[in-house]
């Protein structure tokens, strides 16, 4: 069947670039591919693909008064109800001094769409990659244990405070390789709720909001005795685990132990995948159940959540890990003959994760920021006396308010420069 088009074509006079104060002239066409409600919009010259816009999306995101809500950048709830998903379009125009295309609908609406608009939502794979890459969240890089001393960055702490091309460097990072220093912090115990506050709020947990990692008699969490710490992840017991965590070395062990442990879990979750598929399509298949009972202070507590070892998205991508032998329940609630082939498939996780890990020791001022959906962390144990104090003050942020902070820092330097650009443009043309 052959292909019916309703076509405008007009000239665009958008300059496509200058060169020695030329302006190079841009020609807009709109067309409707009629069998499908697909709008393709073309400038020529030098654009082989046009870019392409369904129907049904283009009506549900109009931009006028009427649909969309200017000081919320939110749609209107008018059609949540009763939304025509047969809607068509009747006719298409192209304002030359707007620069817009405009489109008449068989529900006598109007919109209007800039092409500036329509270039950043155009449906090829690469302004989609593009914009994702940019705006949502920046791509892992896995690391193992050879990789370990490139990939550690170390950020002064007051230069994070102050700068923010410096603090956006210090969460990109972050993000991307799970793990960053801060150095020369002050000595003092509300340094993570300012780090905290200087990207948005802390979390709070059963734990309070900060929390003190130091040998206490009597404690209720393993990780308050001054034993060795195994590999593990915070709080897996938390259905919406804190997933950025913060922790400030105020004193250290002058012992000979008190070695911070870390490896990346999605690293080893990769190899698994590769080296042994049946261990790892149990470990990210089977329910596990995470638990936490107790009291801190005068709260008592029962926190229980059932999740695999590893988590994955519907893409296949890792997007968490679970794993800490005091935290894991003793109620194993599977089928009986799924038990050993788990522990098998979680011994060789943990094997692997300890070829895999790093030591290192803080010192008084780092503060250690790693992903604590991604990472296993753990210590070694430490001499605990009056003389030989360690005192490790903690705190947790959620990654989406690192994700919002990150692109506010973002649009705030595009805005800049796009200004200071426009100035320079002016002062040439002056």
């Known amino acids: 069947m052959s292909t019916v088009t309703k076509r405008c ?5 958008k300059p496509a670039f200058r060169q020695q104060g030329v302006a190079y002239v841009r020609q807009l066409s709109a067309s409707l591919r009629a069998q499908d409600q697909m709008l393709l919009v073309k400038e020529q010259p030098g654009q082989e693909e046009p870019m392409i816009f369904p129907g049904i999306w283009l009506r549900d995101n109009c931009q006028c008064e009427q ?67 940019e705006w949502y969240r920046p791509q892992s890089k ?55 506050n200087r990207i948005g709020f802390i979390r709070r947990t059963t734990y309070g909001e900060e929390f003190s990692v130091r040998s206490r008699p009597g404690a209720k969490n393993y990780s308050y005795l001054s034993k060795p710490l195994p590999l593990h992840t915070d709080l897996p017991y938390y259905e919406y685990k804190p997933s950025v965590t913060l922790l400030h070395t105020l004193e ?29 399509k149990n470990l990210s298949q089977t329910l596990v159940n995470w638990c936490d009972i107790g009291a801190d202070a005068d709260k008592f507590f029962h926190n229980m959540w059932r999740a695999p070892v590893i988590n ?23 089928d009986v003959d799924k038990v050993v082939p788990w522990y098998e498939a979680n011994a060789t996780f943990v094997r692997m994760a300890h070829e895999q890990s790093v030591s290192f020791k803080t010192v008084p001022g780092d503060v250690l920021s790693f992903n604590n959906l991604r990472m296993l962390h753990g210590r070694t144990g430490y001499d605990d006396s009056e003389r030989n104090v360690r005192h490790i003050v903690g705190g947790f942020v959620d990654w989406d308010i690192v994700y919002s902070r990150m692109r506010v820092l973002k649009r705030a330097a595009v805005s800049s420069e796009e200004t200071e650009s426009a100035e320079q443009h002016m002062a040439v043309q002056a």
């Open 142 to 196: 896995l690391w193992g244990k050879d990789d370990f001393a490139k990939i550690l960055k170390k950020f002064d702490y007051w230069e994070v405070m102050r700068s923010d091309a410096t603090f956006l460097e210090w969460l990109d990072t972050l993000a991307v390789y799970g793990i960053a220093m801060l150095k020369n912090s002050p000595l003092d115990i509300g340094v993570v709720k300012s780090l905290a």
């Open 252 to 280: 250290q062990s002058r012992s000979k132990g008190g070695w911070n442990t870390l490896v990346d879990a999605f690293n080893i979750a990769d190899q698994l995948r590769a080296q042994h598929p049946e261990h790892f």
């Open 67 to 133: 649909c969309f809500h200017q000081d919320s950048l939110s749609r209107k709830p008018l059609r949540w109800n009763n939304f025509d998903t047969k809607v068509k379009v009747r006719h298409i125009t192209v304002d030359e001094s707007l620069q817009s295309v405009n489109i008449s609908w068989s529900d006598n609406h109007h919109s209007s769409f800039s092409l500036n608009w329509l270039r950043e939502r155009n449906f090829s794979q690469k302004t989609s990659e593009q914009f994702l890459n």
């Open 9 to 13: 074509v007009v000239n665009f006079l």
């Open 312 to 334: 994955l998205d519907a893409t296949g991508k890792y997007v968490r890990i679970n794993h800490s032998v005091p935290q894991r329940d003793s109620h194993f609630s599977i």
